[in-house]
């Protein structure tokens, strides 16, 4: 079955440089959830659309912003990277239905490294 | 609010041994209940959740979870562990009003051979 699909899967850059995540759901999901997990750390959420509009945020820097396209994919942009925006970032996504038991299902993770 | 408590960052048990990780919610609506295991550089893959219905809930890999709405608690079992079983557990909670998933801090589980 087709599961969630990160790119890229590893990513080094500088401190001040700007990033871009991207996260391509499983078909027909219409949701898409953003985590950051820290090393040692539980995931902690960023921000997640439903059907293209952001409907929830979290704890999300406002170096940080995030949208999903009409095709239902979803890219994490990041400026100004500080040392601490080193961690592993997934993304999940779910068939919403309106509801908040439908399962999320996650990405493998993209790990960012900033020197 | 809802928050996700797991007690025990490590729990080393012996192979063939009965697994018990504990998770406790708080939760002001109705929960739903997942948990998720994260092998070593990898993603989240989901074992199991409640959402209504039988509170025994049965998932991947011989583990099962029992809600039990008086303790608010979430433990997870599995009846004999194997030594595939090392990984990292995550207990999380999300609800009708508020649809992120709220985390536990997870538990490492140790397989002593």
């Known amino acids: 079955a087709a599961g969630v699909i990160q790119s890229p899967r590893h990513l080094i850059k500088e401190k001040r440089e700007t990033a871009t995540l991207k996260c391509y759901p499983i078909?027909?999901?219409?949701?898409v959830y953003w985590y950051q997990q820290g090393p040692g750390q539980d995931p902690q959420f960023l921000i997640s659309?439903?059907?293209?509009?952001?409907?929830d945020k979290g704890s999300i820097p406002d170096r940080f912003s995030a949208q999903q396209f009409s095709d239902y994919h979803s890219e994490l942009n990041m400026s100004s990277l500080e040392l601490g925006d080193s961690a592993l970032y997934f993304c999940?996504?779910?068939?919403?239905?309106?509801?908040?038991?439908?399962?999320?299902?996650f990405g493998p993770g993209t790990r960012l490294l900033v020197l | 609010a809802q928050s996700v408590t797991q007690l025990g960052s490590h729990v080393s048990v012996s192979e063939g041994a009965l697994v018990l990780l504990r998770c406790n919610y708080s939760?002001?609506?109705?929960?739903?209940l997942f948990w998720y295991v994260q092998y070593p550089n990898q993603g989240l893959q989901l074992l199991l959740k409640y959402t209504t219905g039988a509170t025994l809930v049965k998932g991947i890999n011989g583990f099962e979870a029992e809600f039990k709405k008086s303790e608010t608690s979430f433990h997870l079992t599995k009846p004999s562990a194997h030594m595939s079983d090392a990984a990292e557990y995550f207990c999380a909670v999300s609800s009708d009003s508020n649809y992120q998933l709220i985390w536990g801090a997870g538990t490492k589980l140790i397989i002593k051979p």
């Open positions: 939760s002001s609506v109705p929960p739903y």
């Open positions: 078909p027909r999901h219409d949701t």
């Open positions: 659309f439903y059907e293209k509009m952001q409907s």
């Open positions: 999940a996504s779910s068939f919403q239905s309106g509801r908040g038991l439908e399962t999320q299902y």
